[in-house]
C-alpha cells in the first residue's frame, strides 16, 4: 500500500482534466499538507487553488466534506470549484480539486506586520469559523498555525480540510501539540470543544512558541497538562487578558462555540488598563500642526477682518 | 478487522522466519504493521531491510522512527492500515457493482459515494489490535516511548464509533525460555493503563517469528472461543510462561 508521492508539477505546466475538460496552468508551489500538495493555478485569467492528493480515498474525503459545507452554509462563497483526475507525466492518474484561491499571510507574518493589536480581532473572526463550522455539524480537527491565513482587515481563513470530522466521530487528523489528548485533557472524539483546545493552544504557539516548543521536548508524558500552558499565558501581557477565556477552552468548559466567540469579543473591547493607550506620534503632530494652522488662520482672519 | 502491530529495534535471531510468520497472519486475514525503533540520534537501521519483509509479508506498512516519533507512528499506521483493509474490501464490490477495477476509475460523483461508505466502515467496524512489543536487552531505553505509543493508541481507538481493543504481547516471554507473554488482556479503556514493562527483566534474545506465531495462535483461540461459547468477551488469560 504504498502512497504514491507524485513528481512536483513545474511552474507553467498545464494539466488538462479528464472528466470535465478544464485546462489549469500551474503557477506556483502553495503548500505541501498531509495528503497532498497544493498550486497556485490559473484559468481563464482567474486564479485558483489546486491541490492533488497523494490517495484517492483521502482526497475524496475532503471533497464530500467540502461538498456538504457548500451544501449547508450555502451564504459562504462556494469554494470547491472543480473536481477531477489528470494523467500525470508517470502515465499515472492523480485525483485533484480546485478551491477558490484566498489571498492572505500566515497569523504570525501577519501580526509581525500589522502589529499585536491585531490579534483580539483575528482571534475573534477565527473563532466565528469555527463556531460556523461546528454549527454545520462539524469540527476543523487540524488547528493549527500552519491552516490560518489572514487576509486584509485581520480576516482570518482556515484551509485545509483534512482533519475536518463529523461531530461525534474520531477526529480524522491531528497535530500533537494542539491535540487535545496529547495534553490529558480529554478525549480525541470530534466535538466543538477539541476545535477551541487547540485555539488556545494557537495562541501559546503564537505568542509563546519558544516557551511552547521547551515544554513539548522536556515534560513527561504524564506531566502534560493544560495547567503547562495556563503557566504560559498569565506569563505573557498579549494572552494575560485573555487567560479566564483560555483556561475554559483548555478545559472544555465553554459549552457553545458562538457564545465563546462572544465572550473573546468582550474581552477584546474591554477598555482599561490592559493597554496604555499613548496617541500615536503622528496623531499628536497631526493635531499640533492642525492646531497651529488654526491659529495662523485666526491671526489672519482677525487681521484681514480689522 | 485484525491486526497485529509489532515494534522493535533488531533482527529477529531464533526460530522461525518472522517473514514466513508474517505471511501466516496475512492467510488468516490478520494484518501486520512493524515500527522499528531507532537509537537516539543513531541512524543505522541494520534491522530495516527485515523489518519492511515483514510488512511486506504481512499484508501491512512499515517504518523506521526515533523514538519521539513512536506514538504518532503507530496511531498513523494503525488508522491507515484500517482504512486499506476497508478499501481492499470494498474494491472487490467495486468490481461486480460498477466493473471497475480502481476508485480511480469512477467519475467523480460516484467516487464521493463509494468514499462516503468507506470512511462510515472505517469508523464503525469492529477492531483489534495485537501490539508485540519487542523487549529484549537493547529495547529498554525505548520502553517509556512504548509505553507512551501504547497508551495513546488506545486514547485514539477510543474515540472511534466501533469497537476497539488491544491487547498488548511481549517477547521474549520469560527467563524460562518462554517466547512471547501476555502483559495486556484485551481492553477497550486507556484509563488506568498500567505501567506495563516496569517490573519485566529485559533479556537477550530476539524470537521475534515464533512470537509472532505465538499471537496469531491467540487470534485463532480467541476466535474459536467466541464462535463457540458465542460470548462477547471471549477472552483468555493467554499467561504463557
Known sequence: MATSVEPRLAPGTVIAGKWNQNRYRIERLLGEGANGRVYLVERERVLYAFKVGADAVDLQSEVNVLKSLAQRQRGEEAFLVDVDDYKGTDGREHPFYVMRYVRGSSLSDYLNREGADWFPLVGFHLLNKLAGLHGSGWVFGDLKLENVLVGDYGRAQLVDYGGVSEIGKSVRQFTEIYDRGYWSAGSRSADPQYDLFSYAVLCVQLFEGKRLAELTRTLLPQNRVPEELMKLIQGNPALKPFAGWLRKALQGSHTDSREAAAAWQRLAHRPGKRRRTRTPRWMRRLLLGSALLFAASMIWLIRTGL | ?241
Open chain 2, 1 to 241: 478487522m485484525r491486526q497485529i502491530l509489532l515494534i522493535t529495534d533488531g533482527c529477529s535471531n531464533v526460530g522461525v522466519s518472522p517473514v514466513v510468520a508474517a505471511a501466516h497472519a496475512q492467510s488468516e486475514g490478520i494484518t501486520v504493521n512493524v515500527v522499528g525503533v531507532l537509537d537516539q540520534e543513531e541512524a543505522v537501521d541494520y534491522g530495516a531491510p527485515e523489518i519492511h519483509e515483514i510488512a511486506r509479508a504481512g499484508g501491512g506498512l512499515s517504518r523506521m522512527v526515533a523514538m519521539r516519533e513512536l506514538a504518532r507512528t503507530v496511531q498513523m499506521m494503525t488508522r491507515k492500515t484500517v482504512m486499506h483493509t476497508i478499501q481492499s474490501a470494498v474494491h472487490k464490490e467495486l468490481q461486480q457493482v460498477f466493473g471497475a477495477t480502481s476508485l480511480e476509475e469512477l467519475s467523480p460523483d460516484k467516487r464521493g459515494e463509494v468514499v462516503r461508505v468507506i470512511d462510515e466502515l472505517g469508523e464503525t467496524s469492529p477492531l483489534e489490535v495485537a501490539l508485540l512489543i519487542d523487549t529484549s536487552a537493547s529495547m529498554k531505553p525505548k520502553m517509556k516511548a512504548v509505553e507512551e505509543a501504547i497508551h495513546d493508541l488506545m486514547l485514539s481507538l477510543q474515540a472511534r464509533q466501533g469497537k476497539s481493543r488491544i491487547s498488548v504481547f511481549r517477547f521474549p516471554g520469560s527467563r524460562h525460555g518462554a517466547e512471547c507473554a501476555q502483559v495486556l488482556e484485551w481492553t477497550d479503556s486507556a484509563a488506568g493503563l498500567p505501567s506495563l514493562f516496569a517490573k519485566i527483566t529485559m533479556q537477550g534474545t530476539t524470537p521475534t517469528g515464533p512470537a509472532l506465531m505465538h499471537v496469531i495462535d491467540f487470534y485463532r483461540q480467541d476466535k474459536y472461543g467466541r464462535d463457540n461459547r458465542e460470548e462477547t468477551d471471549g477472552m483468555r488469560s493467554g499467561n504463557v510462561g
